[in-house]
């Protein structure tokens, strides 16, 4: 393996963390996000008094989002490596990992669009922005699944040196019910359910936070430990080679 490519891509993760969270949040101004029953006029002069930042920051935000497709390849790798021949669960994460980043690129197009044209009616304003915010904060299933699959295979892993820790396996499980939460978001336009709310908002996104940091740490100490596998092993390997040379050579 080549550790510096497999390390670059596993710091996309950082990338995405700190890039969306200065575009979406300081730049733009997203969090915390505006309650489901703002007015219609109040959300339209929001983006027209906003426009140019806004952008800004969804701009900085899509480079963030291209970085986290490479940290996901980099996770099945390791993956791949606990089930072996048959990975289903690796490609699943990885399959999974490509539908996160679109759903996470659809809002950002949208709230981009809205700050292009702010003049328009403020009803339509009103619905394409609530259909973004249902885009960023609604799709639970393929969130909590991927942590499901990832944990899932962390815990068929037997090995006396395991890829990741076993009870980072018991984590992803875990995580899959906090970001669940989000669910049954649409129901509620108040309280801890709504999109701005504790569970509609603020639990699922600082337990994703916590998430990709550690699967992130856990991922470069699995290359890392890889990488130097390979090391001692095509070592030994030489070793072996040299002393069947000289054998050879004495007995010649």
């Known amino acids: 393996m080549n550790r510096k490519i497999h390390q670059a891509c596993t710091y996309g993760g950082l990338v995405f963390v700190v890039l969306f969270g200065i575009g979406w949040a300081l730049i733009a101004g997203f969090v915390p996000p505006p309650p489901p029953t703002t007015p219609a006029a109040d959300i339209a002069a929001f983006y027209a008094d906003h426009r140019f930042i806004i952008i800004a920051g969804m701009f900085v935000v899509m480079v963030g989002v291209g970085c986290l ?21 690796a490609v ?7 539908i996160n980043t679109v759903l996470l690129l659809i809002p950002v197009v949208m709230w981009t669009a809205l700050a292009f044209r702010p003049d328009r009616d403020p009803t339509l304003i009103e619905l394409l922005n609530d259909t973004a915010w249902m885009f960023m904060l609604w799709p639970f299933s393929t969130a909590s699944i991927q942590n499901i699959i990832v944990g899932a295979c962390i815990l068929t892993d037997k090995s006396s040196a395991p890829v990741y820790p076993r009870w980072f396996g018991y ?14 978001m649409p129901f509620f336009m108040h309280g801890p359910f709504a999109w701005n709310g504790l569970f509609g908002f603020w639990t699922p996104a600082v337990t994703y936070l916590f998430w990709i940091s550690m699967l992130m740490y856990f991922t470069l100490r699995a290359i890392n430990a890889q990488a ?25």
């Open 69 to 89: 497709m490479p940290f996901m390849a980099s996770v099945s790798v390791q993956l791949a490596r606990i089930e072996g021949r048959w990975p289903v669960l």
């Open 92 to 98: 699943s994460q990885v399959t999974i990992g490509v």
């Open 171 to 184: 984590f992803n499980l875990w995580t899959s019910i906090l970001l669940a939460g989000g669910g049954i």
């Open 228 to 252: 130097q596998d390979e090391a001692q092993s095509q070592e030994r390997d030489g070793a072996g080679n040299v002393t069947a040379t000289k054998v050879a050579t004495s007995t010649c």
